[in-house]
């Protein structure tokens, strides 16, 4: 009797121990490991370099996807012209468009202001424009619904928590922020399953997308090495590591390779 | 001179001491007799009980055998016995000769075996040594040389002396691998020679097994031989403490021992060890009838051993008693007052039960307990007196209600937790610590979704808890619109001089408390109008009260139910304009409570926000404040779903129902004195009143009673004899005359006056009026005191162990609950629902005649296999099956009573559902098996077969058509799909009358031929090479029946009479 006493007493405690166990291994830890020795010194601008360039397609163009928005008279109406998939577009200097070009590495801990301007990425002819942007942690995005249909404006983002909203015509505008980098996220709408866009969500102001002539810049960087990393959501990715001394202004190219290319 | 020495006395005496030593040695010897009295017969009753048993039990058996024997020579000498007899020697026969082949070839196998068994030790001894040494040698040459030895060794060679078939011995030398191998075919052949004797006896064994089946299936009691053995272990009996060990359930694997119950010590006949189930001890068998001290029968009900088996009950947890007292009767019965548990009385024995089955409220074996509480719950007992699991409806509410509130909290915790664990993530160093809080955030997001789906639940539970909540007399606050007025103060008076049979108790009331009583609940009453009704035709009325199925509840005069009032009386009483509307709708509510404001809503309430005055199941909510309100009466009577024109009829009829003429009541102008009402209003708190009704300003009130849920355990001190204390100790009774069983100091004697007349314990006090005991007369019978008693003594809290409690899970639990919802709405009255009790109706003269037989209401022995669950849940729903269509039964339309519609709330219905299934052991959620759909063939054949004039199923089965189905007596083939389970289907199909005794359907449609059931009667054409099983495929049929196949099939058939001719009104 009293032995099954004690073993009932010390598997309680057991019980209790791993039960408690349990629970610490319940809330995340937060690892409070010493901050890397932060370079935080503000930048002073009269130092100020800045990198610049060209995003280089090579091969031959693919051809562009037309968009058929039958499924959406609203849309198809608000369309004089043909619409094409935004994936691949190649200017006609053969560069390349909607590449995310940034500063991968190189800034240490400093840390930038938000801007308070918002970025603004709008729904119009069932099309987001812009398709690819770039803004900065917990800076607000602005989210508009220019056509007369229902949309459902819908990151997908892996480190940022997911939404999903729903925004008929005329819907007041939305307002996203998204507290963590993450290069990028993709943002979709479920309804109209042809509408893509891309926003890259950064730490540092130190990004461009290239347009219409393939070239980007980046400036007010601060004397140092970096590694600056060129984005294409059909491409992937590839980075070049510059140095760049006071006032310096360096010119540097991307090459991505399309099919049939060398 | 010196004085001479002063002479001492003699120190040797010769005074005698014998006397006293004498008398010392005689007393104790006296006393060593008596101690060894004492030891061995004294304080050892049951040493005689024993030894009188013996000699009982003896010549019990030895008359026994005889008759036994004589019955089993009877049975050998039958037809059929000789014939297995025969069957089972020429089995025997046939196998002779190869038996004695086998045998012997078995013998010499045997001796063969013996001989290499002796041998092959020392063989392999030889042989596995030297290999030992092989394997331990060291270098390739001593290997090389060991393993010659090895192989030289195996040669052998190992001589044996083997005995032959024709008995010589033969010399033979074996090598080793041959002396294997022959060791291992011999014993191979060994096992087949055994198994082939098995078989060879496999037939005759089955005789034989047949022969020893057909004694016993045909001999009641046990066999002579059996009681032979009996005998002789009956002459081996030993004179000694028979005891049982009640073990509890094992912790880590021991049990302790809880009780220890010596009662088969007197009580010889209950040790099944001595005597086995089969035989069974009375009194008259064992010639001492009518003895008083003759503890010697058998259990009277094994049934009851069979689930509670003493070897593992005990009999003190049932009986009560002192299970470990062996010096004296009283001892042992515990009828002292150190023992706090007494054997309870032979009448209430059935207390035993309500220890361990609290819970439920029918018990098979308990009757009298059974009744007890039924008629505890029927008279409403638990108005005053709580007791545990009775009408408890308004505490779960209270208990649900405080759920939701603990569950919202939980809610609003997690909801800022879960922000905070985002914010935590959001600014987390890395992204993997971010994912942690993130998913965090995430499962408490998940946890709040179940916390919104239980609070949805919870909130369902506690609408359908407002709905649940009865009350067991009527609503008070529309008693001006009921009543007339002059009635009263007559009925406070002595409800059962008015009307003997009413579940209202008499108050013992003054004639000033009667005015105020009356005058505030007048003056307290509501004043709505209802709207007028005209006359209806009591003479249909009549006809509709008697075969819509009223009398299931209602009785007028000594014909119908007694579960609600007796109607004898009502037109003296009541007011045509609300019997109309209350037997209309009687759920329809004047005017709804609000449970939150705690008063009734007027139209005033509902104008004022600009709301029509509708209120009802969809519009069930407070308009002030949103709180749920309660919408309708607190009456457990149904709604039958009947026209006005009907509900006008039936009120005219009833109002007729009339012994004096009620203008003779006196005139009672006191009830508008609002003097009278202030004193009025405390009084109905002061008696309980709200207990039982529904009365303005106390729909909240407690109860006034001491709790009953443990009283039989109350200590009897607490128990308020008050000045018959002395009386019951001396045995004598209030009114003065001797009490049969003695003295009454106890519990049951407690109850038992008390029951029969509560002022009892009044007796001789001097006390203030409001100090009286204030429990009313509840005029019972013997039989209804004895039920009460037995359920009080037996609630207690046990102490029994805790394992012994019946608190079952799963079906069991099913059916426990399922009982208290039947008898809460009285299912009994119309449906049978176990096999050995009649429905109420079914015992009403107008049933007895066979044309009214068949419009019972159909029987729910067994409905679990029957129904769907899913459309049971359906069906008790809306028992019209229709929306639009209420004025009928959903399935038999051709039924005069009607099942009404009972408001259940889901979880009543849940309950119910669940009780049926559990009863037929029937899972949930139910799974239907997949019906084979027909082939073309099939169907043509299957047509053929319900058109067949042999089997006329649409003459009795309803088809649709209206003049038809007005005369049918049997619900719609369409209906049998989603209605009915195949299985059962099929055996009803083949034999109803074993399902339902007394059905209309006939057994014998189909025979059994080979494996198959065939269609009785002569089958179609087509039906020659069809190999399937007819009655198979007419299920098959009936579960793929369209309304399309039912107007082919009835275009087919021969005009359907349809005349009326079984029309049970004519034949009245």
New interface residues.
């Given amino acids: ?1 009293k032995r ?1 006493h004690i ?1 009932t007493i010390v598997l309680l405690a057991l019980l209790a121990v791993v039960a408690a166990c349990k629970k610490e291994a ?6 409070e490991g010493p901050a890397p020795a932060a370079t935080t010194a503000a930048i002073d601008p009269a130092t100020a370099a800045t990198v610049s360039g060209k995003v280089v397609f090579k091969g031959t163009p693919p051809r562009r996807n037309r968009i058929r928005m039958d499924a959406e008279p609203n849309c198809v109406a608000l369309h004089k012209e043909p619409v094409y998939a935004e994936e691949v577009v190649v200017n006609d200097n053969s560069t390349l468009r909607y590449v995310f070009v940034y500063v991968k590495e190189g800034l240490g801990d400093r840390s930038f202001p938000t801007p308070a301007q918002p970025a603004v990425l709008d729904q119009k002819g069932c099309v987001y424009m812009p398709h690819v942007a770039g803004i900065m942690v917990n800076q607000e995005l602005h989210i508009l619904n220019s056509d007369p249909t229902t949309h459902n404006i819908h990151p997908v983002p892996v ?1 940022n ?1 997911e939404r999903n909203v729903s925004m008929p015509p005329g819907a007041e505008k939305l307002v996203f922020t998204f ?2 980098e993450e290069v990028l996220i993709p943002v979709k709408c479920n309804v109209h399953p042809w509408m893509k866009s891309y926003i890259g969500v950064l730490r540092h102001p130190f990004f461009a997308v290239t347009g219409t002539d393939g070239s980007f810049t980046l400036q007010g960087l601060p004397p140092g090495e970096y590694v600056i990393e060129a984005w294409h959501e059909k491409y992937g990715t590839t980075e070049q590591k510059v140095t760049l001394a006071a006032k310096e202004t360096k010119t540097i190219e991307f090459s991505f390779t399309g099919a049939g290319g060398d | 001179m010196p004085n001479p020495p002063p002479v001492e006395p003699d120190p040797i005496t010769s005074k005698s001491l014998s006397g006293p030593v004498l008398v010392s040695s005689l007393l104790l010897i006296v006393s060593l007799v008596w101690a060894l009295y004492d030891e061995f017969y004294g304080l050892r009753p049951w040493k005689n009980y024993q030894s009188r048993f013996r000699a009982l039990y003896s010549s019990y058996l030895q008359k026994l055998r005889g008759q036994q024997a004589e019955e089993e020579e009877k049975i050998r000498a039958s037809e059929g016995y000789k014939k297995l007899e025969e069957q089972w020697r020429a089995a025997r026969e046939a196998i002779a000769p190869r038996e004695s082949e086998i045998r012997a070839e078995q013998n010499l196998t045997e001796r063969q075996l013996a001989v290499l068994t002796d041998l092959l030790p020392t063989a392999r001894g030889l042989v596995t040594s030297l290999i030992y040494k092989l394997e331990t040698a060291e270098g390739a040459s001593a290997k090389a040389k060991l393993q010659r030895e090895v192989e030289e060794a195996k040669k052998g060679p190992f001589r044996a002396r083997v005995p032959q078939k024709d008995d010589t011995l033969k010399d033979v030398n074996f090598t080793y691998d041959e002396l294997i191998s022959e060791y291992n075919r011999l014993r191979e052949r060994k096992a087949a020679l055994a198994s082939q004797i098995s078989e060879l006896y496999a037939r005759a064994n089955r005789v034989q097994k047949q022969l020893d089946e057909y004694l016993s299936e045909r001999l009641a009691g046990p066999r002579a031989s059996d009681v032979e053995r009996l005998q002789s272990s009956a002459k081996r009996f030993n004179v000694e403490i028979r005891q049982i060990h009640v073990l509890s359930t094992p912790t880590f694997g021991v049990p302790e021992t809880v009780l220890v119950d010596r009662c088969q010590s007197c009580h010889i006949g209950m040790d099944a060890n001595l005597v086995p189930p089969t035989v069974t001890l009375t009194k008259a068998a064992l010639g001492v009838d009518g003895s008083t001290d003759a503890p010697f029968t058998t259990h009277p009900n094994p049934d009851l051993l069979k689930i509670h088996d003493p070897k593992r009950f005990g009999c003190s947890p049932c009986h009560g008693g002192n299970g470990r007292a062996t010096t004296s009767v009283v001892k042992g019965h515990g009828r002292h007052k150190y023992w706090l548990w007494p054997l309870f009385y032979r009448e209430n024995f059935d207390a035993g039960c309500q220890q361990c089955h609290a819970r439920d409220l029918v018990l098979e074996h308990a009757p009298t307990l059974t009744a007890g509480k039924e008629l505890f719950r029927l008279r409403g007992c638990m108005g005053c007196h709580r007791f545990q699991g009775f009408d408890d409806e308004d505490e779960q509410l209270r208990a649900v209600q405080q759920e939701i509130l603990q569950q919202e909290k939980i809610r609003r915790e997690n909801e800022l937790e879960i922000a905070r664990s985002n914010e935590k993530g959001d600014a987390a160093a890395t992204n993997e610590e971010a994912q942690r809080w993130y998913r965090r955030a995430q499962r408490l997001q998940a946890d709040n979704n179940r916390i919104d789906a239980s609070l949805e639940q919870l909130e369902r539970r506690s609408q359908g808890l407002l709905r649940e909540w009865k009350k067991i007399g009527p609503n008070l606050k529309e008693v001006r619109l009921k009543l007339r007025k002059e009635w009263i103060p007559v009925w406070l008076e002595n409800p059962h001089t008015w009307r003997p049979t009413t579940k209202m108790p008499r108050f013992r009331l003054d004639r000033d408390e009667i005015e105020a009583l009356s005058a505030f609940l007048w003056q307290s009453g509501i004043r709505e109008r209802i709207p007028q009704q005209p006359r209806g035709n009591p003479v249909r009325g009549k006809e509709l009260f008697e075969t819509r199925g009223c009398m299931g509840c209602h009785a007028v005069g000594e014909t119908g139910g007694t579960f609600a009032a007796n109607l004898s009386r009502l037109g003296e009483k009541a007011n045509y304009d609300y019997i109309v509307r209350w037997i209309h709708n009687p759920r329809e509510r004047t005017l709804p409570y609000c449970p939150y404001e705690k008063r009734d809503l007027t139209a005033e309430d509902y104008r004022k926000k600009g709301l029509p005055f509708v209120f009802g199941p969809e519009n069930s909510r407070c308009p002030n404040d949103g709180h749920e309100l309660q919408i309708q009466q607190m009456t457990v009577m149904p709604n039958l779903r009947l026209t006005w024109e009907e509900a006008r009829d039936i009120a005219s009829y009833l109002m007729t129902l009339r012994q004096e003429n009620p203008d003779s009541y006196p005139a009672a102008p006191f009830m508008n004195d609002p003097k009278l009402k202030e004193r009025g209003r405390f009084l109905v708190r002061h008696y309980g009143c709200a207990g039982c009704h529904e009365i303005a300003g106390y729909e909240e009130e407690g109860r006034i009673g001491t709790e009953l849920t443990n009283e039989g355990s109350k200590p009897i001190e607490r128990l308020d004899f008050a000045l018959l204390t002395e009386k019951a100790k001396r045995g004598i009774l209030p009114d003065g005359s001797q009490s049969p069983r003695g003295k009454w100091y106890d519990h049951k004697g407690f109850f038992e006056n008390k029951l029969g007349n509560p002022a009892t314990y009044d007796q001789g006090k001097v006390k203030e009026p409001l100090e009286r005991l204030r429990m009313p007369t509840p005029n019972l019978r013997p039989d209804e005191i004895k039920g009460l008693t037995t359920m009080l003594l037996g609630s207690m809290d046990p102490t029994i162990p805790e394992q012994f409690r019946y608190r079952p899970s799963g079906p069991q639990k099913d059916i426990q609950d399922g009982w208290w919802i039947v008898a809460k709405y009285n299912c009994v009255g119309c449906h049978q629902l176990r096999a050995t009790e009649p429905s109420v109706l079914m015992t009403l003269p107008r049933y007895q005649d066979p044309d009214w037989k068949e419009q019972l209401p159909p029987p729910l022995v067994g409905a679990g296999a029957r129904l769907n669950p899913d459309w049971m849940q359906q069906f008790l729903e809306n028992p019209a099956l229709s929306e639009s269509q209420l004025d009928r039964n959903g399935v038999r339309t051709y039924l005069r009573a009607r099942m009404p519609t009972f408001n259940f709330s889901p979880d009543e219905i849940r309950k119910l559902v669940r009780f049926f299934q559990a009863l037929s052991s029937q899972p949930l959620p139910y799974v239907p098996p997949k019906v084979e759909p027909l082939t073309e063939r099939e169907r043509i054949l299957a047509r053929q077969l319900f058109t067949h004039p042999a089997a006329p199923c649409l003459k009795c089965h309803m088809t649709g058509e209206p003049a038809h189905d007005r005369t049918a007596t049997a619900p719609n083939f369409l209906t049998a799909r989603e209605r009915l389970k195949p299985a059962w289907t099929e055996r009803w199909l083949l034999d109803p009358g074993r399902i339902q005794p007394g059905t209309g359907m006939p057994t014998g449609l189909f025979r059994r031929e080979g494996d198959r059931w065939i269609f009785s009667g002569p089958t179609p054409a087509g039906f020659r090479d069809y190999r399937g099983d007819h009655s198979d495929l007419l299920v098959r049929y009936m579960f793929t029946f369209t309304p399309e196949e039912q107007r082919l099939l009835l275009g087919r058939m021969p005009a359907s009479p349809g005349s009326g001719s079984g029309e049970p009104q004519g034949k009245k």
Avoid: G, I
């Fill in positions: 009797m099954t073993l319940e809330t995340p830890k937060v690892e480190n928590r507290p963590r």
